[in-house]
């Protein structure tokens, strides 16, 4: 296998049980290089036990994660970013206080020199850190079409536009691999139409894999999708291979997140 064939990240066998109850049952899959993995199934299925466990904040019972064939172990949700991994969580997590720039300029402080290092390199240092953060974040609010908004503060702003700079603070790290979880979650039609065409976009310079409840969203914009339940993968293929699946529409009969899709 050569090197541009080489997942980035991949998930090997992986078991959470929460008591008696099996979350995930020997998972694997694999996100290669500039493609999107979708991860979807019916409430309950096991998706954000998978999303924890990529993070970080769960610990498998059994099974192993990669990163660019390194074993991944015990790793903490706040090594990621050393990594070249980025994420955004369900909820908004952007910080009331502080304008959209300063909110995005926060996500951007792997490849910047600020902070504590700015302040032991002196203030020429530390302008030329905050200049470097502040050009990072407006190219991620600009690559989102939001770049009007960066001196504004978050409350201010419509929920599709707070969770487009949420999605900017995760791309302004520059990652190699972005991890979504809901990024559809209370968007409008109109913003999920805009979120499909940003996904597209960003494919080109990273990978994504997303946690979805909006099939139809996972289905427009993946390359391979995964689909769980009851904790095991019933399905991965492309769109196509996915839809078709006679398991998954079993699985999503009477499920109300399929409703909810639909409706
Ligand atoms: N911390 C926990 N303690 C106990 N059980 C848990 C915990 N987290 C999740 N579970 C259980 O594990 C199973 C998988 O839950 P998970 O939240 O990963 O599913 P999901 O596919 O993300 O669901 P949803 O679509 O409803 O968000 C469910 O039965 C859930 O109740």
Redesign the pocket.
């Known amino acids: 296998m050569t090197n541009a064939e080489q997942p980035l990240l991949s998930v090997a066998g992986v078991t959470v049980r ?1 008591g008696g ?1 099996v ?1 995930l049952s020997d998972v694997s899959l694999e996100v290669a290089p500039r493609t999107v993995v979708g991860v979807i ?1 019916p ?7 998978l999303f924890n466990v990529v993070c970080g904040f769960v610990r498998p019972k059994q099974g192993t994660l990669s990163w660019r064939g390194t074993t991944l172990r015990n790793h903490r949700p706040d090594q990621l970013a050393n990594l070249g991994i980025a994420r955004t969580l369900q909820g908004l997590g952007l910080f009331a206080g502080l304008s959209v720039l300063h909110n995005v300029m926060a996500g951007a402080d792997r490849t910047a020199k600020s902070g504590l290092a700015a302040s032991v390199l002196g203030s020429r240092g530390a302008a030329r850190g905050e200049r470097d953060l502040r050009a990072k974040a407006m190219t991620a609010l600009a690559t989102l079409g939001i770049a009007d908004t960066a001196h504004r503060y978050p409350g201010e702003l419509p929920y599709g536009v707070q969770k487009r700079a949420a999605l900017a603070r995760a791309l302004a790290a520059e990652p190699e691999l972005l991890l979504l979880d809901e990024p559809a979650s209370g968007l409008s039609e109109q913003d999920m139409a805009e979120l499909v065409t940003h996904l597209r976009t960003l494919r080109e310079d990273m990978a994504i894999m997303l946690v979805e ?1 909006h099939v139809d969203l996972v289905m427009r914009v993946c390359d391979r999708v995964v689909v ?1 339940n009851f904790g095991e993968v019933i399905a991965e293929g492309d769109p196509a291979k996915v839809r078709n699946d006679p398991l998954v529409t079993e699985a999503y009969l009477g499920d109300p ?1 399929r409703e909810r899709d639909s409706a």
């Open positions: 929460f109850l979350a199934g409430n309950g299925a096991g998706k954000t036990t409840h769980l997140a």
